[in-house]
């Protein structure tokens, strides 16, 4: 069983900045593909972000590609979410998720409790 735990979610104003950090427990947290999705009140959850296990590819959602950034750390089994010009449509819950099977394409297993993010115009 794999517990994901983010943080760093908060208020902000439009064009700023936050990241966002999720920690994993469980020594195998490397061999795990991870993502970030988020929820708007009233809409599905989106896909925002993934990154395969060694790092070396990354996925973004349109809406948030050249703005929003994903890192992991395997040493520190924690995976970041970079966002940078932030805008009042990105407000919403967002959670980490892990597939256990390395698959960027999920389906994903283990899922956080959500942080959420507020940017007001």
């Known amino acids: 069983q794999v517990q994901l735990v983010e943080s760093g979610g908060g208020l902000v104003q439009a064009g700023g900045s936050l990241r966002l950090s999720c920690a994993a427990s469980?020594?195998?947290?490397?061999?795990?593909?991870m993502g970030w999705f988020r929820q708007a009140p009233g809409k599905e959850r989106e896909f925002v972000a993934a990154?395969?296990?060694?790092?070396?590819?990354?996925y973004y959602a349109d809406s948030v590609k050249g703005r929003f950034t994903i890192s992991r750390d395997n040493a520190k089994n924690t995976v970041y979410l970079q966002m940078n010009s932030l805008k009042p449509e990105d407000t919403a819950v967002y959670y980490c998720?892990?597939?256990?099977?390395?698959?960027?394409?999920?389906?994903?297993?283990?899922w956080g409790q959500g942080t959420q993010v507020t940017v007001s115009s």
């Open positions: 990154i395969s296990w060694s790092g070396g590819s990354t």
């Open positions: 998720a892990a597939d256990r099977f390395g698959v960027v394409a999920g389906p994903y297993d283990y």
């Open positions: 469980g020594r195998t947290f490397s061999s795990y593909a």
